[in-house]
C-alpha cells in the first residue's frame, strides 16, 4: 500500500498515508487474503490486489465524512476537517483510479469484472442513503438494501476475488461471494448498533454520529416500530428537527435500547454471521476456513 501511494503531488501521499496510517482493522484485505488461502493460492497476486480493496474503502471514508460533514475518523481528526473538503474528494479520487489502475495491471478481467460491478453498486447505496437521510419512515427493507449496497458488496468482492485467484469452481466462487455479502451484512449491523452502545473512545468516533447526520440504522428502525404512540411521536419529531435539543440523543438511545432495538439488531447480525458460515459448507475443513470462522464471530463480538 504504501508503494502504490506514490506521487509527485506531495498532497496525495500525504493525506492518503494520514487515513491509511490511523488504524483500521484491515477487515477487507484480510479476507481476501484468506479466501485465496481457503481456495489454495498463495501466489504473489493477492497482496497488491487486496491492497486496492482497501484503497476502495479508503476512498468511501474520505468521502463519506465529506458527505456527512464528519469530524473524527479513528479517534483522530477527520481529513476533511484537516485539509478541506476539496482535498478529501481529489485524494479520494486519486485512490479509486490507482485501485483500477492495479487491477488493470493484474490482467484479470473477471476479477476487474467484479470489482468494478461492486463499486458500482456501492455509489447507488451512497446515494439511497442520501436519499433516505433524516426520513423516519425508512423500511428495513430500504435499510438493508443500503447496507448490502453500500457496505457487504465490497466485503463480498474481496471473498470472490480470494477464490478467482484460486482458480476454484464456480460453485465455490459463489459459495465465497455468499459468505462475504452475509458476513458484510453482520458487520454493518454490529456497527450501527455500536453507534448506540460504545464508549467513545473505544469506537474512535462520536457516539451518535448516525442519528446527528439523519441516518436511520436498524437500532432505531426497530424501535419505532416497537416504542408506545407517544414515544413514536417524540422520536419522529427528534428525528426530523436538525436543530437537537440538548437531551434528545440521550432520550432516543433511551428508547432504542429500552424497547428492544439494540437486542433485535444483534440477533440479526448472529443471524446473518451464522448464514456466512454455512456458505462455507461446499469447502472440507482447513485452517483457512476456521480462520474465516473465527473472523465471523469476531464480527458480532467486536467492541470498535
Partial sequence: MAQNLFSEIVMI????????GSGGKRFRPVLLLLSAHLCGYYGPRSVPLASTIEFIHTATLFHDDVVDRAFMRRGMASANSVWGNGASVL????LF???FSLIVKDGDLHILEVISGATTQMAEGEVMQLVKMGNPGITEEDYYYIVINKTAVL???ACQVGAILGSTSPEEEKALAGFGLNLGIAFQLMDDTLDYISEEET?????????NEGKITLPLIQALKACPPAEQDR??????NPHRQEGDLGYVMKVVKDCGGIDYTIRRAEEFAAKAKSDLS?????KGKEALFTLADYT???KF
Fill in 13 to 20: 501521499p500525504t493525506v492518503s498515508r494520514y487515513l491509511i
Fill in 91 to 94: 485524494v479520494g479520487d486519486f
Fill in 97 to 99: 483510479t490507482k485501485s
Fill in 155 to 157: 466485503i463480498s468482492a
Fill in 203 to 211: 469506537l474512535g468516533k462520536t457516539i451518535g454520529k448516525d442519528l
Fill in 235 to 240: 422520536l419522529t419529531s427528534i428525528i426530523k
Fill in 282 to 286: 461446499p469447502f472440507p475443513p482447513s
Fill in 300 to 302: 458480532i463480538r467486536r
